[in-house]
């Protein structure tokens, strides 16, 4: 945007130059803040090309999204990858620099982002990468991957299929314990299809998501609901909270309209 801080976001893990072009293209004065998910070949390509664009005078800044609970343990947060809790993050940071915040301010609320997102999800089917030509793991039709990743990597366990319901307890069983919530505690919802998987089974194990935070008195604001961060053609679906104060409600109620994402219906 002009004369505001951009948040530059490039997907997959193309080369570093590609990386730097658009850096370059991004910046309008104010700097560019690269917000993406945390895995090894976006961490180095991204590292170069910020350190390119500093080098032509560009103030950048850099956070990686790691909020899948099932890829390293408490306290190894830093390990984690970034799953679909980056969309969250995106809309934090983007809102940020959408009201021309500096991007010493975009970056501080999308790192607030970062350590008040959690996700889990389960697979019902692999995905098959086009460059790859095969799935990505192996399931049989009566189990359940759990905890894969959304670039198609096997998940923690293989599990005996559940019901809605079943699956939503197993799913908030361990958000929960990862990020514990107390009366009174706000959290937008995002029960998010992995690609196969349709919105009237979404809003079922949404409906299970919302009695057991209910039973907690934890309240939800603006759900999310729909194929927000898929993986080809895999059937599943993963379940992120972020948890909300003041500021970040506020950021996550600002208007938003892209191809990729509005909140207009929220």
Known sequence: MADGCTVGNVFASPSYQAMTDT?????????????????????????????????????????????DVASAPRGQEEKRRGVAGLVYAYKLAGAAANHRLPLSEVERIARKAVVNIRTMGVALSPCT??????????????????????????????????????????????????????????????????????????????????????????SIFMPH????????????????????DDELKELLRDPADTPFYSNHNR
Not at 31 to 41: A, W
Not at 59 to 64: F, G, L
């Open 23 to 67: 850096i370059r293209a991004c910046d309008f004065g104010a700097g560019v803040l690269c917000l993406y998910g945390n895995y090894g070949g976006d961490k180095m390509n991204f590292d170069q090309a910020c350190e390119d664009a500093e080098f032509d005078g560009i103030s950048v800044a850099s956070v990686r999204v790691c909020d």
């Open 129 to 218: 990468v086009p460059e790859v030509g095969r799935p990505t793991f192996s399931i049989q039709e009566d189990e359940m991957e759990v905890g894969m990743g959304i670039h198609g990597e096997p998940g923690i366990a293989s599990k005996k299929m559940m019901t809605a319901d079943e699956t939503a307890e197993l799913i908030m069983t361990q958000l929960l314990e990862d990020f514990p919530l107390t009366a009174g505690d706000e959290v937008s919802v995002m029960v998010n299809s992995l690609g196969a998987t349709p919105p009237e089974e979404l809003y079922i194990v949404y409906r299970a998501v919302d009695r057991i935070l209910r039973a907690r008195n934890v």
């Open 225 to 244: 609901i729909g194929p927000f961060a898929t993986s080809m053609e895999m059937a599943g679906l993963s379940v992120t909270l972020c948890k909300l």
